[in-house]
């Protein structure tokens, strides 16, 4: 920026700075109108982001009332869930039954007899877990499809070693040690509930492959981990009657036994157990209140954004805006849509949804319980109903509107695009006005800098002059 040399020295005290200051100011008035602009543009492109997220919860909410899990959904209750726990899938038909549990699935559990010495070895050979199924009379085991673990033991491991080798195998059971006054004991527990999930623990000593042989159940060497096992816990299958019918379960939880709704055993019962299962209607509401509410939050800004109070003579911020308005046009024309694919319903109105003065949906609660009472699949088809054209339900007419809106080549993505081009352009615009301001004050600044070296040689030749006058006079006086 250029500067002036000596203000207002040669031109007797006229305040030069401040007269180019002025001058400049001038120059920039037309940047007060940009800078405004700007911030009109840049106010409206917020404006816009707020709308489109708006417009992104619509979608969202209109996507639950097309989803077919939206409609189906089913509340169940237990009349005392301490005892029985229960829940249901989607589009399970309405039922009621009675659930009496008699018995709890169990893992098999043993413990081997106590051994001593404390902490000593057990003896070479191989151990070899097997599950299967357990008979009770006559005791006998049934070894399941899967192979058989063999795990090698050696003379110097102890207890505990046989333990560890026995959890790292992954033999389907878990291994523990209990020490007590008579020595320690190998404890075990099966991974799994249900009597199918039973095991059988046996020992093969000295290169005998025949776990059933004298040597290897004689009470000595590593044979002691089987001579005098004692079974603390059967497996065992939960057992319970359903209005009287005898089912089990290889765990407590009882998946399909009765179709679409699963129920678990937490207690052997006292008494009947009582099973509900009905239409989610809450969900159904709170899915169709979820709509009205972001339907309502975009027409209302929308509303005053677009709207001109006579009374204060202020103008919404995109009042005159067409696109803002094409925009509240084809949300409203969605939700005044009539459709051909809802039954008996044809409209919002014919199930108590309705516009109000100023755009907003008003929910009439009696009259859309009533449809959904009485026409529940009839509701279901009025907004997510699929057959094309005129045939689409509401929510699926304004799925398609919004996805349309949002998409990468869409409303607001065209309108983003807009706005920021004419940020651009009036960044530039700004930017040639500095440029020719900063231009103007160059050359004025070197006008007045001229000026004021002429002026100071002026007035330096006129005291010199005065002083040659005054210095004649006296000289001829």
Request: charge should be neutral; avoid cysteine.
């Amino acid at each position: 920026m250029a500067t002036i040399s000596s203000p207002g020295v040669g031109t007797n005290g006229l305040d030069v700075k401040n007269i180019i200051s002025q001058l400049v100011a001038l120059e920039k008035k037309p940047l007060d109108a940009l800078k405004l602009q700007a911030a009109t543009v840049s106010t409206k492109i917020s404006a816009y982001g707020q709308i489109k997220s708006l417009v992104s919860t619509l979608q969202d909410a209109a996507s639950k009332l097309t989803s077919v899990t939206g409609w189906n959904g089913v509340t169940t209750t237990s009349s005392d869930s301490k005892f029985v726990s229960t829940s249901a899938i989607g589009g399970t038909l309405p039922t009621s039954f009675s659930v009496e549990v008699q018995g709890l699935a169990k893992a098999q559990a043993t413990a081997s007899a106590a051994l001593l010495p404390v902490g000593g070895a057990l003896g070479a050979g191989t151990l070899r877990l097997e599950l299967g199924k357990w008979s009770v009379a006559p005791a006998s085991f049934t070894p399941s499809s899967g192979q058989p673990v063999d795990i090698t033991i050696l003379a110097s491991d102890k207890l505990s070693d046989v333990a560890s080798k026995i959890n790292g195998a992954n033999a389907g059971v878990t291994a523990s040690i209990l020490t007590d006054a008579s020595g320690e004991r190998l404890l075990l527990r099966g991974k799994n509930t249900g009597e199918e999930a039973g095991f059988r623990l046996s020992v093969m000593e000295g290169g005998d492959t025949d776990p059933q042989s004298a040597g290897n159940t004689d009470a000595t060497g590593l044979s002691r981990l089987v001579a005098g096992t004692t079974v603390s816990q059967a497996a065992a299958n939960a057992k319970a009657t359903v209005n009287g019918i005898a089912v089990t379960s290889a765990t407590n939880t009882f998946a399909s036994t009765v179709s679409g709704v699963t129920f678990k055993a937490e207690q052997i019962t006292t008494a009947p157990i009582e099973i509900t299962v009905a239409k989610d209607e809450a969900a159904i509401r709170a899915n169709i209140d979820g709509f009205v509410k972001a339907y309502n939050a975009i027409n209302e800004i929308l509303q005053d954004a677009t709207k001109y109070d006579a009374k204060t003579q202020s103008a919404g911020l995109l009042q005159g805006d067409s696109t803002a308005v094409a925009l509240q046009n084809s949300l409203r024309n969605a939700v005044q849509s009539i459709t051909t694919g809802g039954g008996v319903f044809s409209r919002l109105a014919d199930v108590g949804i309705t516009q109000q003065l100023g755009g907003n949906l008003a929910v009439d609660s009696a009259k859309l319980s009533k449809a959904l009472t009485e026409s529940p699949e009839d509701v279901k088809n009025l907004f997510r109903n699929t057959g094309g054209g005129k045939a689409d339900g509401i929510a699926v007419q304004l799925k398609a509107l919004t996805t349309n809106l949002l998409s990468s080549d869409g409303f607001f993505k065209s309108k983003d695009d807009t706005l920021q081009l004419n940020l651009k352009r009036n960044a530039q615009d700004q930017n040639r006005v500095n440029d020719k301001v900063d231009a103007f004050e160059k050359r004025i600044t070197q006008r007045y800098n001229a000026l004021d070296k002429q002026m100071a040689s002026l007035n330096g030749l006129n005291a010199y002059i005065a002083q040659q006058v005054t210095a004649w006079n006296k000289s001829n006086g």
